[in-house]
């Protein structure tokens, strides 16, 4: 059964009706520019064919009451008691229920109408993985809303109030990209955000090439420290190029000659985070005269650099995102490969010929499992369109 009958059916049995409306939302992955968002640098994702969906109706009364199928959990609570963080009887929300709340709060504190829903929700973006699955509750909670609330905001706008939410009311310190891809995602393109202006673009991408992400199955608790300490590296390392560099405000103000002029000035560690972040920044500008250009043989190449410095400058891989990169890129077929989103664990992002993605996946999954002895998830992906009502 499809996800969009599951929500309906599941929605008709705990609600005694159809659902009024059915929205669906993408998750993301991220094919260059990795740890620049923070940075004021250019991210180059897709929405991906994986998808939160919800089925909901107005609700007759004051209470918006949720099920979410994959959790097996339900959660009952209104507008009045989003700042208390607390459900119907006053408990606190757990914390996948932060989520919907959250978006509920955001939409309330920028004044939208945001009437209580009933609603049921699956998904099959893996909870995690570092492809999005909250972005895509977000952003499927975002558009039930408009479509009650009877508002119209344009995508850029709904992915920022799925960012407030995350980031204010969840309480995780991520950037934009997420959100934007889920809301803004367009079939059989790449996006192109530039996070400092908000601008974007869209570029087709070549039809004879697959996007497959490669799951390790590996998940690094207490990974917010790390991320923290790499953010606070960067930041250091703007404030002491600022001394030579007094226009700066983030290391997208800074080209790679620049920098190598300067380097020896930050210490080690500093400059090795700068210099993956500068070079990074560059490759993705890089990236779209090749995409440009048809020219994927160059574009893998990129995505090969750009592990190699998250894994030996940037220091966030692990030894199985290293295994199963460098099984992919010994295979045939393999444009490039490399681990995607924050790292320590997750997934890896592979573009491969088209004509090899059946092959290059049974290979790797093989190749993945002989050298750690576990099975990894492979997903051939295709660049889908964004958070739709259906
Ligand atoms: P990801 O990289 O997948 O976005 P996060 O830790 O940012 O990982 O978000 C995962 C959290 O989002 C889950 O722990 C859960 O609270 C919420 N979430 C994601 N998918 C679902 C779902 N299908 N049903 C309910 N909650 C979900
Ligand atoms: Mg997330």
Redesign the pocket.
Known sequence: MSLQATVIAKFREHFGEAPAHVVRAP?RVNLLGEHVDYNDGFVLPIAIDRA?WLAFSRSDTDQTTLR????S?EISFSSATLSAKTDATGKPL??????PAGVMWALKEAGLAIPALSGV???D?????????????EMAFVLAWQTLGGWNLPPMERALLGKKA?NKY?G?N?GIM?QFASACGEQDRLLHLDCRSLEWQTLPLPSDIAIIVADTKMRRALTSGEYNRRRANCEEAVRILREELPGITSLRDVDLETFNRLASRLPERVEKRARHVVEEIERSVHAILLLEQGDMVEFGKLLNQCHASLRDLYEVSIPELDTMVSVAQSLPGCYGARLT??GFG?CTVNVVAREQADAFSSALAAGYEVQTGFPPEIYICSASRGAELI
């Not at 979410?68 to 959790?71: K, N």
């Not at 757990?94 to 989520?99: K, N, Q, V």
């Open positions: 998750g939160t979410a199928v994959d959790l959990e757990p914390t996948w229920a932060l989520y929700y699956t998904s973006v893996p909870q995690g993985s570092g492809l999005s699955s909250s972005a895509a509750v995350e969840v995780v991520s997420d989103g924050a997750g």
